[in-house]
Structures are given as C-alpha cells and as structure tokens.
C-alpha cells in the first residue's frame, strides 16, 4: 500500500511560478515509476510528467517539456513538480500517482492506467 497526499496548489497569474509536492508513505520502496497527472473540466486526464524512482530518468509531455521540472527528495520521501512560466492551460487537479506493479518499465510512462496508487489531487488555477 502506497499513500499519496498531494499539497501546494494555488490561483497564480499567468507567467507565475508554483512548486506542487507529494507526500508519500507506506510501501514506497515498492515503486518503479512516479508521476504527475492533471485533469482540467471536461478534458481528459494528462499525463504530466513522470520520474523513474530506481534510477533518475524523468519524462515530460510535449506541452510542460522546458517549463516543469519533476523530482524526488528521498529524505522526506516526496515527489515534487516545479512549474514555471504557467499558463492559462496548466489550470487543472493535479494528481500524484504511483506505479508499483512495473507496467510504465520502457513504455509510456505517462499512461494513467500504468499507475495503481494515486492522490486526492491539488488544484492549480492559472488567470490572465
């Protein structure tokens, strides 16, 4: 079992910067991959980025690649996503999520049904 709780969501301009963490406890040695995902009305889940947790590789979708930065402390067992230079179309609940079955090993890391843990979500609001 893997326990998620995610914080740091907020109502920023656009241009603004925002630092969302995850808190993680229970079984987490059992996790191959952990990510962001985000969830705007009326759109589908997205993945956002995603950071393979037995080595350093990250993953990014085309539309944060160069703005958000995914990362893990593993001192205090978080994973977090920087995201600068927001957009209008960052508005969304942001999910952390948790792979600990293995299915995101060397295929599309950003596919929801690959992760089997998730959080309640933290809603980011971007306004012009």
């Known amino acids: 079992q893997v326990r998620l709780v995610e914080s740091g969501g907020a109502s920023v301009q656009a241009g603004e910067s925002l630092r969302l963490s995850c808190a993680a406890s229970?079984?987490?040695?059992?996790?191959?991959?952990m990510a962001w995902f985000r969830q705007a009305p009326g759109k589908e889940r997205e993945g956002v980025a995603a950071?393979?947790?037995?080595?350093?590789?990250?993953y990014y979708a085309d539309s944060v690649e160069g703005r958000f930065t995914i990362s893990r402390d593993n001192a205090k067992n978080t994973l977090d996503l920087q995201m600068n230079n927001l957009k209008l179309e960052d508005t969304a609940m942001y999910y952390c999520?948790?792979?600990?079955?293995?299915?995101?090993?060397?295929?599309?890391?950003?596919?929801?049904?690959?992760?089997?843990?998730w959080g309640q979500g933290t809603q980011v609001t971007v306004s012009s």
């Open positions: 999520a948790a792979d600990t079955r293995g299915y995101s090993l060397g295929w599309k890391q950003l596919r929801g049904a690959n992760y089997n843990y």
């Open positions: 229970g079984n987490i040695d059992s996790t191959h991959y």
């Open positions: 950071l393979y947790t037995r080595g350093r590789q990250t």
